[in-house]
Structures are given as C-alpha cells and as structure tokens.
C-alpha cells in the first residue's frame, strides 16, 4: 500500500487543483492520499470527491505554521474534522498573520527594486487567504528576476537575505491542540529540515509527544536515506508513530513526486496502523479488477 500523507495543492502554495491532484496521486499509484495544505482545509471537500472517484482512499489533513523556540515548524494534522470551529477560528488567525507577512514582504522587494511584488504574488495565489513565500519565488521567475523558485529562496526569502521577513506563528501547543479538537493525530512534519542541533531535537520530539502529538514524518521529500533512519529511531525512543509523505508541490519543483520515496523503515509504527479504510481498500481493489 502506498500512503503520501502529504501534499499540496493550489489551495496553498501547490499548482494543481484538489482534484487535479488527486488524479495525479492516482495515475502514479498512491492508495491513500492526504491533503495537506498550509494553513487552509478548503480543498479538502473536493479533493475527497476526487479520491472517491478515482476509488483510493484519502484523509482530510492540513499543515500548520509554528513557531518553537524562534524556529518555523511545519505540524500536519491528519484525519481532521474540517468543519470544527476551534480549528477553523486558529486557521483564520494565521492567515490574517500571512496578509500582513506578505505585505511586508512586498515592501521590502521593493525596497530592492522589485516593484508590484505583493500584488504579483497574490496573482500566483489561487486562494487569496493563503499566500506564502512560494507566490513570491514564483512571481519573481515570471519576472525574469531568477531562474527558479530555489534560487528565489536562496537569494530572496531566506533568514538575512533581503525579502526576508520575520513572523511569529502560532504556538506548538495551540496547533496540536487544534487538530486534537478536530479529532486528528498531530504529525511532526519533516523534522530533518529545522535549524536545530540534537539536543533541541529530542527536546522538540519530547514536547510534542507531552503536547498530545502522535507521530512524526520519517519518510518526506525533504530527508535524506541517513535522515529516514535517524528519524525512525528517533520516533520509537520517544514513542511517536511515523508517516510518509512526498510534500510534493508542482510537477518539476522541490519536493517529491506524489506517492514517491522509500517504504517507512521496518521497524517504524506507521501512523495509519489503526486506521480503518477496508472499505476504501476495497473500492481501490474493485475499481482495479472489476472490466469496465
Ligand atoms: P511560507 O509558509 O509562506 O513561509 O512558505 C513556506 C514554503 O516555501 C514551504 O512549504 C515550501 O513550499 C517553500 N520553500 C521553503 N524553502 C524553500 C526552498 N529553499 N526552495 C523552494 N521552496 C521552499
Ligand atoms: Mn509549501
Ligand atoms: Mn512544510
Ligand atoms: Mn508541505
């Protein structure tokens, strides 16, 4: 079975609509999907009409921003209830924080030379409450301003570089507890790619579990074949599940292709391990077998 429970969609910073997407997962064989986007579950509805469609299995899921201990966290929230209030009212919080972010943003590339950047960027958001950093790298390569949206990073929007700007978050605590409230399990998402030493680490991990958090994502896009066994052993020391995930974006752009990289590491408990899709596992074995 292959899961990939994480992925974006033009909901957030991905190009593809939920639907799109969900084509996409099943054309490269995923068998359960989850959606992932930063900040927002208003793709979810669709992309599960999609899943239903397409006979794979799909889980609502959403991607908080954090800030621990002055570093950006990514926490996933998989199998929420997307309609639950508590979520919902955290999610509008950080999207009124996201405007605001991205508004200074602007300023500060046009300080640079780069006129127009806010406005460009949110013409590159298909959902104007969600607009991010990877609006802006992509606006600036339709400028002609860089080759790719890496080397916008590289040179634009990273901590010291000149369109940098410094936002708080939300809270660690608040984002689990969100997805607590809207029924899910709070996944540590790509825990090799923060600025932190060892030590900060298992800190990191040792809180999230206190926190109610349940897993962590050992297989993403962003780890290393070192880094899926670190952080393997890393979840069974301080007891957390492990998930799987592409963070795919955008045909060609960082991240991994939809359902690809490695199986979780044999000895991990899958974070899915009590989940209950045999009625999903069943429509995916049908629509295969059945000649239409
Ligand atoms: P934001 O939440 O608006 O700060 O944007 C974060 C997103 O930017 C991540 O989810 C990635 O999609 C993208 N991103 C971050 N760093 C890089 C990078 N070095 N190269 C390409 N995309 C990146
Ligand atoms: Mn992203
Ligand atoms: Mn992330
Ligand atoms: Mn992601």
Redesign the pocket.
Known sequence: MNYDLHC?SSIS?GVLAPADLVQRAAEKGVDVLGLTD?DDVSGLAEAAQAARAAGIGFVNGVEI?VTWSGV?L?VVGLNIDPDDPDLQAGLAGIQQG?HARAERIGQELGKKGIAGAFEGALRHAANPRMI???HF?RFLVEQGVCKD??SV??KYL?RGKPGYVAHEWTSLESAVAWIRAAGGQAVLAHPGRYDLKGKATRRLLAEFRELGGEGVEVVTGSHTPDQHALFAELANLHGLAASRGSDF?APG???RELGGGPDLPVKCTPIWHNWNLTSTRQTRTASKTVPT
Do not use: I, K, Q
């Open positions: 974006h910073d930063h921003s950006t990514h996201r991010g950093r990877t790298a949206v890496r990073f590289r990273v974006h752009e960082h991240g």
